[in-house]
Structure formats: structure tokens, C-alpha cells
T-cell receptor, first 112, second 113 residues
Framework: GNSVTQMEGPVTLSEEAFLTINCTYT??????LFWYVQYPGEGLQLLLK?????DKGSNKGFEATYRKETTSFHLEKGSVQVSDSAVYFC???????????FGTGTSLTVIP | KAGVTQTPRYLIKTRGQQVTLSCSPI?????VSWYQQTPGQGLQFLFE???????NKGNFPGRFSGRQFSNSRSEMNVSTLELGDSALYLC????????????FGQGTRLTVV
């Protein structure tokens, strides 16, 4: 079956620190992989995506590379800002049907 | 381009009542999916509609139902509400059905008392 395992939080970092949030997946077939971000009281916003192995998604300084050999899609950012404080969700899209499988979310707090 | 619009934003209902939530997808998007978000279970898939037909359904009881109209707007209904139905209900719209990103609305916060 399909599932996503995401690094447990919460994560607290100082401004300008390096961020890594680990994400691994199990899937039948060849899914697309996504990172979504959720700010308090809001819905999910697409942060980045990758649709095939070795693709790198990037947006707003965040990056993630689709690693088929390790079934991973880790999120990284070189220098976090206070405004990056949010909950981050790793997700896969089942190619056999239009359904997303989400990780449990990782809460990030960036302190000045 | 307007985003996904969900109404209402907040609802308080009593156990045993029923509720209807509405979702207007991004213009031109024909696929609408619904998710339930709770602190304990995280994000769980409810169902997906495309061209007015339910194409996929998650593992929820029959009290949860939905429909899609010809203009792609969707509604979901929960009957005989239980306390455990308290959650944030998120609607997502996509242009196509497969391997494409979904755009989420702000959600409807349902509280059952």
C-alpha cells in the first residue's frame, strides 16, 4: 500500500539555521511527491513537488529531491527565517487514483 | 485567479444533527477531493469527485457523503453527527486526476457539541 513517514516534531531552530525534515514513503507504482505547508488557521499550500525519480523540487529556498533508491523526499533549506514557522506535510499522490497520502506533519518554529 | 473557496469557515453543530459543507474549486478544475484533518488521525482522504461522479472513496462510514455539480462545485454532507466528527474539513481542487498538484481551500472548522 501507500504511506508516508515523516520526521516527528516539533522542531525549533534559530533564524538562519539549516533545516532538514526527513520524509520516506512506501508506494505501489511511481507516485508524485509533494511538500505542503500549513500556517495557523489556514489550509495547505503547495511548497514544492517532484514527479519522477531524481527530480528536484524547489521553491522559496526550500528543496527536496525524489530519491527512488532510498524512497525518500527530504525537505531542506539553507537558512530559515521566522516567517517559515509552520507545519510541513510530506505527501504522495497515488498514480492509480487521485488521492493524496500525507505524513503526520512536522511543526517548525524559528526563533529570532 | 481565485483560489479554492470553502464555506462556511466555522460551524458549531449538536450531536445527531446533519451538516453540509461547500467547496468552489479553482476555475477550470474538474477534480475535487475532500480531506478530514484531526490532531489524532492527521489528514485522511474522504472522497474525490470528477465530472460529477465519485471516483474514489476513503475509509469513512456512510454518514459521510458528497456530490459534485455541473459547474464542478462540490458539497459534502455528514449526517447524524458524532463528537468525533469535529475536525477541519479541507477541499482540494485539481485540473486533472492523476499526478498533479492539488490546491487546498482554507477549510471548514466543524465543532460538534
Amino acid at each position: 500500500g501507500n504511506s508516508v513517514t515523516q520526521m516527528e516534531g516539533p522542531v525549533t531552530l534559530s533564524e538562519e539555521a539549516f533545516l532538514t525534515i526527513n520524509c520516506t514513503y512506501t508506494a505501489t507504482g511511481y507516485p508524485s511527491l509533494f511538500w505542503y505547508v500549513q500556517y495557523p488557521g489556514e489550509g495547505l499550500q503547495l511548497l514544492l513537488k517532484a514527479t519522477k525519480a531524481d527530480d528536484k523540487g524547489s521553491n522559496k529556498g526550500f528543496e527536496a529531491t525524489y530519491r527512488k533508491e532510498t524512497t525518500s523526499f527530504h525537505l531542506e533549506k539553507g537558512s530559515v527565517q521566522v516567517s517559515d514557522s509552520a507545519v510541513y506535510f510530506c505527501a504522495l499522490s497515488d498514480p492509480a487514483g487521485n488521492q493524496f497520502y500525507f505524513g503526520t506533519g512536522t511543526s517548525l518554529t524559528v526563533i529570532p | 485567479k481565485a483560489g479554492v473557496t470553502q464555506t462556511p469557515r466555522y460551524l458549531i453543530k449538536t450531536r445527531g444533527q446533519q451538516v453540509t459543507l461547500s467547496c468552489s474549486p479553482i476555475s477550470g478544475h474538474r477534480s475535487v477531493s475532500w480531506y478530514q484533518q484531526t490532531p489524532g488521525q492527521g489528514l485522511q482522504f474522504l472522497f474525490e469527485y470528477f465530472s460529477e461522479t465519485q471516483r474514489n472513496k476513503g475509509n469513512f462510514p456512510g454518514r459521510f457523503s458528497g456530490r459534485q455539480f455541473s459547474n464542478s462545485r462540490s458539497e459534502m454532507n455528514v449526517s447524524t453527527l458524532e463528537l468525533g466528527d469535529s475536525a477541519l474539513y479541507l477541499c482540494a481542487s485539481s485540473f486533472a486526476r492523476y499526478n498533479t498538484e492539488a490546491f487546498f481551500g482554507q477549510g471548514t472548522r466543524l465543532t460538534v457539541v
